[in-house]
C-alpha cells in the first residue's frame, strides 16, 4: 500500500520541519511506500528540497520507495533547475503514479 502525504503552501524554512515531522512519523509507523503530492505546494525552497531527499534516502534503505506528483510549474522550474528532477520519480497525476508504484 502506497501512503499519500499532501503538504499545503510553501514549503521553506519556516515549514519544513513540519512536512519532515509528517513523513519521519509515518515512515516511524512502518510506511515504506510514499506518495507526495505537491498539487497544493506553491513554493519550494531548499529546505523543502532537503527534506525530501532525505525522506527518499530512509525509505530506500528500508527497501521502500517515494515518488512525487502534481507539481505546480514554479515547483517543478526549481526541480529541474537544481537537478533533482533527475534524482525522483515525478508524475503528473497520482493516478499515474499510484499505477507505476504499487507498494
Given at each position: 500500500m502506497?501512503?499519500?502525504?499532501?503538504?499545503v503552501?510553501?514549503?521553506?524554512?519556516?515549514?519544513?520541519?513540519?512536512?519532515?515531522?509528517?513523513?519521519?512519523?509515518?515512515?516511524?509507523?512502518g510506511?515504506?511506500?510514499?506518495?507526495?503530492?505537491?498539487?497544493?505546494?506553491?513554493?519550494?525552497?531548499?529546505?523543502g528540497?532537503?527534506v525530501?531527499?532525505?525522506?527518499?534516502?530512509?525509505?530506500?534503505a528500508l527497501q521502500?520507495?517515494?515518488?512525487?506528483?502534481?507539481?505546480?510549474?514554479f515547483?517543478?522550474?526549481?526541480?529541474?533547475?537544481?537537478?533533482?528532477?533527475?534524482?525522483?520519480?515525478?508524475?503528473?497525476?497520482?493516478?499515474?503514479?499510484?499505477?507505476?508504484?504499487?507498494?
Open positions: 502506497t501512503r499519500v502525504i499532501s503538504p503552501g510553501r514549503i521553506d524554512g519556516a515549514t519544513s520541519p513540519a512536512m519532515e515531522s509528517e513523513i519521519t512519523e509515518v515512515i516511524a509507523g510506511e515504506r511506500h510514499l506518495l507526495i503530492d505537491l498539487s497544493k505546494v506553491d513554493y519550494m525552497s531548499s529546505a528540497l532537503r525530501l531527499l532525505a525522506a527518499m534516502k530512509k525509505v530506500k521502500g520507495d517515494m515518488v512525487l506528483c502534481c507539481m505546480q510549474p515547483v517543478k522550474e526549481v526541480f529541474d533547475l537544481t537537478g533533482f528532477s533527475r534524482i525522483f520519480s515525478i508524475y503528473a497525476s497520482e493516478e499515474e503514479a499510484l499505477r507505476q508504484h504499487q507498494g
